[in-house]
């Protein structure tokens, strides 16, 4: 079939991407019952009553139309005071974007910093949505290899290996998705040194910092001496508050770099959307019980699964943060997509392979502990039946 006219005119930054896979797991789970999805990235967990409560208030009170493009100030306050208080970082609210989730905010960072031809160091495995940002403004996204034996912290000399004169960021995310790796504080003191001896900008992704699980230290790269000038912080309520379908991330940086990029935040979306952002406030300043009560969850849910993995002869790096553990199943003898499509069509188990992170091993899978305990009480029965059938 001849292509349309559209496709035949798609500029040369839309390339098309594999998507088959997910495509392909999701219609077979779609044609099976009672599937036990292990596969996502989404708190299965209510937003907390009164952060919904003040965004229905919002509305009531007319805060349905635009804000000023960095957010409203009271949320930008907020978010100032919440980053000094839990992450000793010193930033003030003229320094602080809201965005519409923190994919707006890779996306802002990536127009305001990348050239063509400029390389950027990501993470890996990663969520792949950075290398699509880079790639749409003609960079080149340059992966850095973490690995079990080291938890999946990324390390300094894998990062020093990657630098030539084309490089320009580096993007570390910690914790992790897909690896839930916290890099210690050690090592993040020592990327630190790096990138100021290279001159490189870091974007120092937090999003999960709020999960953080005995054993593991968070430290935000910004707050160390020298590193402010040279960082941008993401972050935002997705995660932590049970908040994806909100929306709202935001980026925090040096003052005289925030200015410069109002106006391209504007042209993206003007500003994220008003009620959102009267809901994010109140997730800053009201109780922090459902945080807790959340993390205490998946808390024990990780301890479960831990352990049930063990048991079954899996391996995997130590899931410090976030809410999912990096499973190695080359034990098996079978490629990780190929463990993932079997496991799904014969017991109802969803879960997605490493390759889909940007792992080219095909011996790692996800697995997402977003589900209640039950459920994933059952699925470690059926994934034990299965184990027992290879």
């Given amino acids: 079939m001849e292509k349309s006219p559209l496709l035949k005119s798609l500029a040369a930054r839309i390339v098309e991407e594999d998507v088959s896979y997910r495509t392909k ?11 036990i999805a292990l596969g996502r990235g989404n708190p299965d967990f209510d937003t907390p009553e009164h952060i919904s409560a003040a965004a229905k208030a919002a509305i009531d009170a007319g805060q349905t139309h635009y804000t000023h493009p960095a957010g409203i100030p009271q949320l ?7 980053l000094r208080r839990e992450y000793s970082l010193d930033y003030g609210r003229e320094e602080i974007i809201v965005t519409a989730g923190v994919q707006e905010s890779i996306v802002l960072c990536m ?3 990348v050239n063509p031809g400029d390389e950027v160091l990501i993470t890996s495995p990663r969520f792949t949505s950075y290398d699509e940002a880079v790639r749409l403004c003609g960079g080149v996204p340059v992966p850095v290899p973490t690995y079990e034996r080291d938890d999946f912290a990324l390390m300094p000399a894998e990062i020093e290996v990657r630098i030539n004169s084309r490089t320009k960021v580096l993007v570390l995310v910690t914790p992790n998705n897909p690896t839930g790796a916290v ?28 999960l953080i699980y005995e054993g593991s230290t968070h430290l935000s790269a910004a707050s160390l001496p020298g590193m402010k000038e040279r960082t941008i912080t993401l972050n935002g309520f997705s995660k932590a508050y049970a908040m994806t379908g909100w929306r709202v991330g935001y980026m925090a940086a040096a003052h005289s770099f925030i200015r410069m990029i109002i106006e391209p935040r504007h042209t993206l979306s003007i500003n994220t959307a008003t009620p959102s952002q009267y809901a994010a406030l109140a997730a800053l300043t009201g109780p922090q019980d459902p945080v807790e009560a959340m993390l205490q969850t998946y808390r024990e849910r990780r301890a479960y699964l831990m352990q049930a993995l063990t048991d079954m002869g899996f391996s995997y790096g130590m899931p410090g943060g976030a809410f999912y553990i990096y499973t190695n199943v080359s034990q098996t003898g079978l490629p990780a997509p190929q463990f993932c499509e079997s496991l799904l069509r014969e017991t109802g188990v969803l879960i997605f392979p490493g390759s889909m992170f940007g792992d080219d091993s095909d011996n ?9 305990i039950e459920r994933i009480a059952e699925a470690v029965d059926r994934m034990s039946t299965f184990m027992a059938r290879q």
């Avoid at 930008?76 to 919440?82: L, N, Q, V």
């Avoid at 790096?194 to 709020?210: A, F, M, P, T």
């Fill in 76 to 82: 930008r306050e907020a978010i100032a005071d919440t």
């Fill in 25 to 35: 797991m999701l219609e077979i789970a779609a044609g099976l019952s009672d599937v």
């Fill in 183 to 210: 890099t210690p504080p050690l090592i993040v003191r020592q990327i630190a040194d790096l990138v100021k001896r290279h001159n490189i900008i870091l974007i120092s992704d937090e999003i999960y910092g709020k």
């Fill in 364 to 372: 790692y899978i996800r697995i997402s502990y977003v589900q209640p």
């Fill in 111 to 113: 127009l305001s910093l």
